[in-house]
């Protein structure tokens, strides 16, 4: 990977995030009613999703063009955990206001989501400090002994594979709680948060597959098994989040529900943009993988739909819609982030770039 290439890859993941809080705060600004404080709220948090990925695609760049330091070890996953912190103190605040406006009761359980998966990209960067031995790992020969010593302790591989586990499960747990009529707040409010929150959910338990491949490779303990349960795993919780997103679609009776139902579709299409990732990891473990190239034009193909369909939106004559349509723009950013992050991995395990690294060890 040349210099240049470097510098876009890692700038992807900025603008993207620059665009999400752009349009949100434009839409706080100048938009009118609780809708446009939903919208433009999720929007500036969908952000910090795009921010934790910036931190993860320096991570392997720095690695991969020989200009990973001590610093560089720290300074990422830090700031990723440091945004995961914000958005979840941001989310909590808007839920413990008294009295608490409808908009932000929505707003704040989703804010509070967007900083679980926040956590869980968190892992990911961090996970991928020692990105370069994935490409020594996968020519050694199948059944090959894990690394000694090992690059990650035990007790830091526990922790790693324990927070987006943690984290999916608050997640889960938080939006049963708020399907099943708890958490407060009014009927449609916690019928739009909730499928919200499920959305993030799968986000997250799609996730923790690809933090479990990063750290398993790198440990060199990834097993053949491995190659077909995470991106089997990831393909279904995407199309889970699809395929519930059309049903609350199509059996809509209120204009919330019509929005829940399509933020719920674009959220499993996030979880196919992270396929991609996962799906990339396994083709090129310890095998040529002649097709591994074209892996990257999943995300592009998910940011693209969830583009046309935020276009689709914004020409419906229900005003219910406008806040899927707004949200729709800041997932198919975190797509196209995505892009940049499969397109750093196909890079970085081609085996040309491990050849130039010097990555501080």
Not at 315 to 338: H, P
Request: aromatic residues 8%; glycine residues 10%; proline residues 5%.
């Amino acid at each position: 990977m040349n210099y240049g290439i470097s510098v876009l890859f890692r700038a992807i993941p900025l603008l993207m995030a620059g665009l999400s809080a752009g349009l949100g705060g434009y839409v706080l600004s100048h938009g009118s009613g609780p809708s446009a404080r939903v919208a433009g709220l999720v929007l500036i948090f969908l952000a910090a999703i795009c921010l934790c990925l910036f931190a993860t695609a320096a991570t392997i760049i720095r690695q991969l063009i020989g200009r990973y330091t001590a610093l560089d070890r720290w300074l990422y996953p830090v700031f990723g955990f440091a945004v995961s912190g914000v958005s979840l103190g941001y989310g909590l605040s808007l839920l413990a206001q008294t009295p608490r406006p409808p908009p932000d009761f929505v707003a704040g359980h989703v804010i509070f989501g967007v900083s679980m998966v926040c956590v869980c990209v968190s892992c990911v960067a961090t996970s991928s400090t020692r990105f370069v031995l994935i490409s020594e790992n996968s020519a050694l020969l199948e059944g090959s002994s894990p690394r000694s010593p090992a690059p990650f302790t035990t007790s830091a591989v526990r922790i790693l594979l324990t927070l987006p586990v943690l984290a999916a499960l608050v997640t889960w747990a938080w939006a049963i709680t708020l399907l099943a009529g708890g958490g407060g707040g009014a009927p449609a409010g916690r019928f739009t948060a909730g499928h919200v929150m499920v959305g993030l959910a799968l986000v997250c338990t799609c996730l923790i597959g690809l933090v479990a491949s990063i750290l398993r490779q790198i440990q060199n303990t990834y097993a053949p098994r491995e190659r077909v349960i995470w991106p089997v795993v990831a393909a279904a919780l995407g199309a889970v989040g699809v395929i519930l997103g059309l049903i609350v679609v199509v059996g809509h009776d209120r204009s919330a529900q019509l929005s829940a139902g399509f933020v719920l579709v674009g959220l499993g299409l996030v979880c196919w943009s992270i396929l991609s990732k996962v799906l990339l990891l396994a083709l090129v473990w310890r095998r040529a993988a002649p097709l591994a190239n074209r892996v990257p034009l999943i995300p592009v193909g998910t940011a693209l739909l969830c583009l046309f369909l935020m276009a689709f939106l914004f020409e419906s004559d229900d005003s219910g819609v406008i806040v899927a349509a707004r949200v729709l723009t800041g997932l198919g950013a975190i797509c196209f982030s995505l892009f940049s992050i499969v397109s750093i991995l196909e890079s970085g395990t081609s085996g040309s770039d491990h050849e130039a690294s010097t990555t501080t060890r």
